[in-house]
């Protein structure tokens, strides 16, 4: 196609001298050299028209031509894309199958600012459960007795024990070893009932306990923690 665009081409002036061979073939006794001009000048439009007409055209054709060929190397650049992409994940997934571990998530959560304390496993069975535990659990020595804990015993291990209807059964041992020689409730001192309900409460909401469950209890702790008994100096009313 030709490079110059002819939507920019000039109207010559056919009466210049450049000119004067082809209107002397057209020059007469009834047609002077002026109206040879205008007629030439028409001529040209005429033919300039059809030009710039076929030039757009062409240059139409050329640009769809171009933009076609673009989409098609974008979508074929895509589908590469896609296959490399499917690729690397079926990769992944085979080597996620074969190291879990490598490729286990790690939580988002924030580094403790204090001290961790985990209560006995039996105690956390309890919670989980919904069930009564016995506070001891959550003291500061229950704590410490927890974190001494051997973990290398097996906690698949099972021991007989007898339930609360008086039959015996096999319950696993990392569920009832913790509940040997515990102090009961009534026998704690204010200091380690202050201990468990801390303890106890963050458990509580770490098991997912209801809102207004755990709002009951700290009531319930806040009024023992406030009466004028556990402040008193008398140690036979504490």
């Known amino acids: 196609m030709q490079a110059e665009d002819l939507n920019l081409a000039v109207h010559p002036d056919f009466s210049l001298e450049d000119f004067s061979d ?18 030439l000048g028409i001529l040209w439009d005429i033919q300039n028209a059809k030009d710039v007409q076929r030039w757009n055209a062409c240059r139409e054709e050329e640009t769809q031509m171009a933009r ?4 098609q190397a974008a979508e074929e650049l895509a589908q590469h894309q ?3 992409r499917d690729e690397e994940e079926a990769i992944l997934a085979e080597e ?14 924030e580094v403790p600012s204090g001290p961790v304390n985990i209560p006995a496993p039996y105690a956390t069975h309890k919670l989980k ?3 009564y535990c016995k506070l001891y659990f959550f003291t500061n020595v229950g704590l410490a007795e927890a974190e001494s804990f051997n973990a290398s015993i097996n906690d698949e291990a099972l021991t007989l024990l007898k339930a609360d209807n008086g039959q015996h059964v096999w319950v696993p041992v990392s569920n009832s070893r913790d509940k ?5 409730d009534k026998d704690l001192t204010w200091e380690q009932f202050g201990e468990a309900a801390v303890c106890l409460m963050n458990t509580m909401r770490e098991h997912d ?12 702790w806040t009024a023992l923690e406030e009466h004028p008994w556990c402040h008193s100096p008398h140690n036979h009313q504490k």
């Open 22 to 39: 082809a209107c002397l073939q057209l020059t007469n006794n009834t047609i002077d050299d002026e109206q040879v001009a205008g007629i």
């Open 129 to 131: 459960k919904g069930e």
């Open 68 to 71: 076609d060929l673009a989409e």
């Open 96 to 109: 996620d199958k074969k190291n879990k571990a490598k490729y286990a998530p790690v939580p988002d959560i």
């Open 82 to 84: 896609r296959c490399l």
């Open 209 to 220: 306990w209801q809102k207004d469950r755990v709002d009951m209890h700290v009531k319930f």
């Open 180 to 184: 040997l020689a515990v102090i009961k």
